[in-house]
């Protein structure tokens, strides 16, 4: 039973708005503060002259099934099926995403392949041996793939995409996302196919059907409708803490500097920030690993086609250094609903940058011109004339960058925020961990329920080691559990 009388939430993305709902559903009375005019942070959908378009390709995928059973009931009837078709361009061909041993052997030369499999069999005599501590992104994808794949498929891509070389990136963010794939899994479902007890997660996935912004209104709508509170553009400026659970929050809407109460305040904005408007002051060092967190922005370039389809994908990586975007999809694969009529389609195109590089310091007009001409040129998927409009969308604080050094700013902030009473943080941002929308969300109902009382711990979700795409039979993943219902 909660005892809480007033939470603050910093910010209505997934993690911040999955909190309130959790404590509403407890009875909790719960005040959402987000600076911009819309809930769902990166996992926003841009309406447009009749076209949808996410921040990037969202889908929906968990291993954990009480998850699934909550994320079904809470967009019952908003949801279709996706079947999955991810694929790479490279060097004019395309492979199959996660990569199979069938498209190597098609699209390479028998060289290729030999040298492939050397480098990976080196590769796995070094960790046999011993090997070297696997410390950067480089030597995880090489111990896992060998230098051959990697220099194929990942290090060209990874630094599209951190804008910085796989050698000084942290190895963590390979295994969050492929540890348990390799040269060596690949060859046996080649030769043997997939494990029995395997069930792959790639080949579908649920989707909102008007965009993933769904899920996020869908939350706020069942907040507001308990009597909470979303407040939109309401752009919080300052925390201030005067002892254990006794909160001011400081924030500003419509032009206006207000302050709210509360004695519990949990945060989801990016977790340097948080460091840094909370007063009394954090000292030096807490300040230093603050500013020293660093994220990668991002470009979506949506554009607008006269034209039924262009790709069957719904994703496309494009990992050559001189096309500006590094990945892109067609919001109508994933749902009919994402543009006004069947005789259109559009893309999404991903262009990876950092506030003031030479990408975020093209106009908008340039960075139109230069993807079109790379659609149009280089790439040959569409002609000029089949663009009708293009819309340009920047966004900051896409991508938390694993550098070598970023476990020690983490914990350096959490430990002197741990010393607040009733201030949690949770989320991408808030936690500075690469989350997926259903990490967030599961971290923030976790924290919900922790902050009524149960004993969970919100911050052990996304970090377990396995494989995120493939499930096992019988495998029930993740940390949230349905509540057992008492039948009286
Ligand atoms: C290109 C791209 C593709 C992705 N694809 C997928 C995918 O396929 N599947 C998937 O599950 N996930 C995907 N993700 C990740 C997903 O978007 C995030 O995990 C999720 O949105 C994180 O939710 P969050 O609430 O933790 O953080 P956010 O979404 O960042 O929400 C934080 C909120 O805080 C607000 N805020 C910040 N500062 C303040 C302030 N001072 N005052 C008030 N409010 C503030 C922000 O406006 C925002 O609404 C993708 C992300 C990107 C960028």
Redesign the pocket.
């Known amino acids: 039973m909660s005892t809480l009388r007033h939470v603050v939430v910093?910010?209505?993305?997934?993690?911040?708005?999955?909190t309130a709902h959790e404590l509403t559903a407890g009875g909790t009375r719960v005040t959402v503060?987000?600076?911009?005019g819309?809930?769902?942070?990166?996992?926003?959908t841009i309406h447009h002259k009749g076209y949808k378009f996410?921040?990037?390709?969202?889908?929906?995928?968990?291993k954990n099934e009480d998850l699934n059973d909550w994320f079904r009931r809470l967009m019952d009837g908003h949801l279709v099926m996706v079947d999955r078709i991810s694929r790479i361009y490279h060097e004019g061909k395309y492979y199959n995403y996660p990569i199979s041993i069938g498209d190597l052997v098609k699209n390479v030369s028998p060289l290729t392949i030999a040298q492939i499999g050397a480098s990976f069999a080196w590769a796995s005599l070094r960790q046999a041996a011993g090997g070297r501590p696997v410390v950067t992104m480089q030597q995880a994808y090489t111990a896992q793939f060998g230098t051959k794949l990697y220099e194929m498929f990942f290090r060209r891509y990874s630094e599209k995409v951190w804008g910085a070389p796989c050698t000084e990136l942290s190895a963590d963010w390979v295994s969050q996302r492929s540890r348990g794939l390799s040269v060596a899994t690949l060859a046996r479902e080649a030769l043997l196919g997939s494990r029995k007890d395997v069930v792959s997660l790639v080949e579908q996935?649920m989707y909102p059907r008007d965009g993933?912004m769904r899920i996020?209104e869908r939350m706020a709508e069942d907040i507001a409708a308990a009597g909470n509170d979303v407040l939109l553009g309401?752009?919080?400026?300052g925390v201030a803490y005067r002892g254990p659970a006794d909160f001011e929050v400081a924030?500003t809407r419509d032009g206006e500097a207000r302050t709210i109460q509360a004695d519990a305040v949990v945060s989801?904005?990016?977790l340097g920030?948080l460091a840094r408007?909370l007063s009394p002051a954090c000292g030096p060092e807490v300040e230093a690993a603050a500013r020293g967190l660093v994220f990668r922005d991002?470009i979506?370039a949506n554009v607008m086609l006269r034209r039924r389809r262009v790709s069957p994908d719904t994703?496309l990586y494009i990992q050559d250094s001189d096309i500006l975007f590094g990945?892109m999809h067609e919001p109508k694969n994933w749902s009919p609903a994402m543009v006004p009529d069947d005789e259109h389609t559009s893309l999404v195109l991903?262009c990876f940058c950092s506030r003031g590089d030479h990408i975020w310091s093209m106009t908008d007009e340039e960075i139109g011109r230069r993807c079109v001409a790379d659609l149009v040129d280089k790439l040959g998927f569409i002609e000029a004339a089949e663009v009708e409009d293009i819309q340009i969308v920047r966004?900051r604080?896409?991508?938390p960058v694993y550098d070598l050094d970023y476990t020690r700013k983490t914990q350096t902030i959490q430990r002197h925020l741990r010393s607040h009473g009733g201030l949690h943080t949770?989320?991408?941002?808030?936690?500075f961990r690469?989350?997926?929308?259903?990490?967030?969300?599961e971290?923030?109902l976790l924290l919900g329920r922790e902050m009524q009382g149960d004993a969970v711990d919100h911050m052990a979700v996304n970090t377990d080691r396995a494989y995120q795409e493939v499930k096992r039979a019988g495998e029930q993943g993740g940390h949230y559990r349905r509540r057992s219902v008492q039948v009286d």
């Open positions: 910093l910010g209505g993305g997934p993690a911040g708005l999955a503060l987000e600076r911009e819309h809930v769902g942070g990166l996992a926003r996410d921040l990037g390709g969202h889908r929906w995928f968990t996935f993933y996020s309401a752009r919080v400026t924030y989801t904005i990016p920030v408007i991002l979506t994703w990945r991903e966004t604080d896409a991508y949770v989320g991408r941002g808030g936690t690469y989350n997926n929308a259903d990490h967030s969300i971290m923030g």
